[in-house]
């Protein structure tokens, strides 16, 4: 391709609208134009990046055995009411009303779809397993569209779903989605994790989110220095160190503390490190007051404590201090364990603690010594806290970090939650009916290319990974008058399309100065030059985007050597 010909509207100037690296740099790069918020139109290069990672994700799933085929966008409400999630989706899905009064909405995901069409065409186990995808446009009307691609409300989706006959089945398919997803994300030449994920209701460890490592990432992540590990902050966990033997256990002493209600004020008063004092939080659990324990420096993980009690996070909140006051008859700051009536939920650490500090539920005042068991016992003791750089692995007993991620893909054991909804069923071995078994698997595929560019860019553009750069050479020509250099160049660039390696010929009649700094926005991983020291010395620059190195070559030794360059950048994992 020729720049000249091409639409490459690129900007000198950050679009102040911009917070993000890659929603600066795909808009600066001409890749990406706003129609409307969080709508965005794909520009050739842009289109070519996407292009490039669906390739990836269609022969990773075609590998593993699943097949490809697209589903409407628009979908009936009907459907939606008989899972239940008309209700429960919420203003993300965008509804309307067609002109036969029909209720539909714009497809965020298809479950509902795909299901409907397996209750209505696979009946007998005969016919399974069955693992389908697509890759198709998601509207989901995000409350805050932004960064780019990186949330939009409208993006592109690989979506999967599988059905399986057996548990066994369906956890060897979620397997080898797992093993597609490494494949995919190393194939893409992106630094990721993937980790345990929360699931909820549904239980057991099938689920997990693939995260691109990026300082801007929007999640927490915790990964193990050493081993494996990798989780985020709903699902994480961490070794609990033995109990240390415990001290004598000192008597209750009531301390004045006045005025003195936040850890911090009351641990710097009492001359104690928050480690040796529990806090006391009042949640409100489907509008109930309930009671949450805590070392004084820990932080409540609110999935964590939702699934304690069984309940959705949407219908969990902090109490306010009315409601505190009203559940407990003690001002919020000075609350305890002791003599309280509401439920009491505790975190595994306080069985590690002794004779610490609490609120004394009177108020402007502290008891000191209190303990577990010999004082108050909760209801339930179990993991509910956030996960700190402090803590161990579980696995390996080495350091935790804390590091942040972007999620490009997650994969999901559904098991029947929608076959039985949906009454989606086929007959087993021995003629009995049976609920389909489930998975779900995503990749955002328009997200993956932001992901990319958060974690490799720097301050004069992208750096693309050679798999999923829009061009994988661009070829400068410096001097379009000069008759030598561009038939020099015309004719390196007709050798290399011809060995199949993809080049944009920078034709155009511009400074060199300004050809450097279109090809370094770009983020086109070889750049060639052809120009003074071609005319002088018979010479043409190779010079790596990422590493900054350069190799002078005969034009002879050129293409040979930039196709061996980008057939190793191109080989797939084993
Ligand atoms: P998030 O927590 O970021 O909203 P999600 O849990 O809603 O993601 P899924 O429903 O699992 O996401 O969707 C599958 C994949 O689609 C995600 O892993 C992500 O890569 C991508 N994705 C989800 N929402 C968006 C969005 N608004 N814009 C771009 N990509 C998205
Ligand atoms: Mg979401």
């Known amino acids: 391709m020729r720049f000249s010909q091409l639409l490459i509207p690129t900007l000198k100037e950050t679009p102040s609208e911009a917070e993000v690296a890659s929603h600066q740099l795909l808009l600066r ?8 918020s969080g709508i965005y139109s794909y520009l050739p290069l842009g289109l070519a990046t996407i292009r490039k990672v669906e390739r990836i994700v269609r022969e990773e799933m075609n590998r593993a055995g699943a097949q490809e085929l697209l589903l409407p966008m628009v979908q009936p409400g009907d459907l939606w009411k008989e899972s239940g999630r008309w209700e429960k989706y919420g203003p993300e899905l965008l509804r309307f009303t067609d002109r036969h009064a029909r209720e539909s909405c714009l497809g965020p995901t298809h479950e509902e779809v795909i299901t409907d069409l397996i209750r209505l065409n696979v009946h007998s186990y005969k016919e399974l397993p069955l693992n389908l995808y697509q890759i198709q446009t998601k509207f989901r ?22 059905f399986d006959a057996t548990e066994d089945g369906a956890d060897a398919t979620y397997r080898k989605m797992h093993e597609a997803y490494h494949r995919i994300f190393s194939r893409c030449g992106l630094a990721f994790r993937a980790v345990e994920a929360d699931t909820g209701t549904i239980g057991g460890s099938f689920s997990h989110e693939f995260m691109v490592l990026a300082d801007t990432g929007e999640d ?11 989780a985020n902050m709903e699902k994480a966990r961490c070794k609990t160190p033995t109990a240390p033997t415990p001290p004598p256990l000192l008597a209750l002493e009531k301390i004045e503390t006045p005025g003195k209600k936040k850890v911090a004020a009351v641990t710097e008063f009492l001359k104690i490190s928050p480690k040796e004092l529990v806090k006391t939080l009042v949640y409100m659990v489907e509008e109930k007051p309930v009671a949450v324990l805590l070392r004084g420096d820990h932080e409540v993980q609110t999935v964590k404590l939702a699934n304690a009690l069984g309940v959705n996070t949407d219908n969990l909140r902090l109490a306010d201090d009315k409601e505190i006051f ?10 305890g364990p002791i003599g309280l009536t509401i439920p009491v939920l505790a975190d595994n650490e306080l069985t590690r603690m002794h004779n610490f500090a609490i609120g004394a539920n009177e108020k402007n005042f502290h008891l000191l010594n ?7 016992t909760p209801q339930i003791i179990t993991d509910l806290r956030q996960i700190t750089s402090e803590d161990r692995c579980p696995l390996c007993g080495s350091n935790l970090e804390l590091t942040r991620g972007i999620e490009v893909g997650h994969i999901f054991k559904l098991g029947t939650k929608y076959s039985e909804a949906l009454k989606a069923s086929f007959l087993d071995n021995q003629g009995m009916e049976q609920p389909f078994i489930m998975g779900c698997y995503g990749i955002g595929v328009s997200r993956t290319v932001a992901a990319a560019i958060e974690q490799n860019h720097d301050k004069d553009g992208i750096i693309f990974p050679l798999p999923i750069a829009p061009f994988q050479v661009i070829l400068l020509n410096l001097s379009p008058k000069d008759e030598a250099i561009t038939s020099a160049a015309n004719e390196l660039y007709s050798q290399l399309g011809k060995a199949g390696i993809e080049v944009l010929l920078d034709d155009r009649d511009e400074r060199p100065g300004s050809k450097f700094k279109d090809a370094d926005l770009l983020g086109i991983p070889y750049r060639v030059m052809v120009g003074k020291s071609f005319s002088e010395k018979g010479l043409v ?24 360059l980008v057939r190793e950048a191109l080989v797939a994992p084993q």
Do not use: H
């Not at 805050?144 to 989706?157: D, N, Q």
């Not at 927490?220 to 990798?230: G, H, L, N, P, S």
């Not at 009203?326 to 609350?335: C, E, F, I, K, Q």
């Open 220 to 230: 927490t992540i915790v990964i193990c220095k050493e081993c494996e590990y990798a």
């Open 541 to 564: 620059e190779i010079r790596d985007r990422a590493t900054g190195t350069t190799l002078n070559l005969p034009l002879a030794e050129t293409g040979p050597k930039l196709v061996g």
């Open 29 to 36: 790069a001409g890749f990406i134009r706003k129609l409307s």
């Open 370 to 376: 209190a303990n577990l068991n010999r004082d108050f």
């Open 326 to 335: 009203d559940s407990t008859g003690t001002p919020s700051g000075y609350l």
């Open 141 to 162: 009307d995000e409350i805050r569209p932004r960064f780019g691609l990186m949330r939009g409300r409208e993006f592109i989706m690989k979506d999967g779903y599988s």
